[in-house]
Nanobody
Framework: QVQLVESGGGLVQAGGSLRLSCAASGGIFSISAMGWYRQAPGKQRELVAR???????TYADSVKGRFTISRDNAKNTVYLQMNSLKPEDTAVYYC????????????????WGQGTQVTVSS
């Protein structure tokens, strides 16, 4: 059973920094892409940043220049370094592992973490 365990959320003042981590485990053979999404109250879930297995990154325009996504393929772990945080970054942040292949299976599956709260005070 694949699990995504997130850590690193919390409360920070505007202008501060946080680092989110997400470790995937459970008989994983490969993961196509890993990323972070967020959902603020009353809003739809949106992509924050995504990184493919080869290292190609995608960022939401709202976080470009402030957030950096990285990945340790050997550990199946993805990180999100968030700098210059703004109150509008406040949301629940969800880790995503896309097209995961587990040993003994040929069917890729997408998994989500349970979410970690990030609150930025003004």
């Amino acid at each position: 059973q694949v699990q995504l365990v997130e850590s690193g959320g919390g409360l920070v003042q505007a202008g501060g920094s946080l680092r989110l981590s997400c470790a995937a485990s459970g008989g994983i053979f490969s993961i196509s892409a890993m990323g972070w999404y967020r959902q603020a109250p009353g809003k739809q879930r949106e992509l924050v940043a995504r990184i493919a297995s080869g290292g190609v990154t995608t960022y939401a325009d709202s976080v470009k220049g402030r957030f950096t996504i990285s990945r340790d393929n050997a550990k199946n772990t993805v990180y999100l370094q968030m700098n210059s945080l703004k109150p509008e970054d406040t949301a629940v942040y969800y880790c995503n592992a896309d097209r995961v292949l587990t040993r003994g299976s040929s069917t890729p599956v997408t998994y989500w973490g349970q979410g970690t709260q990030v609150t930025v005070s003004s």
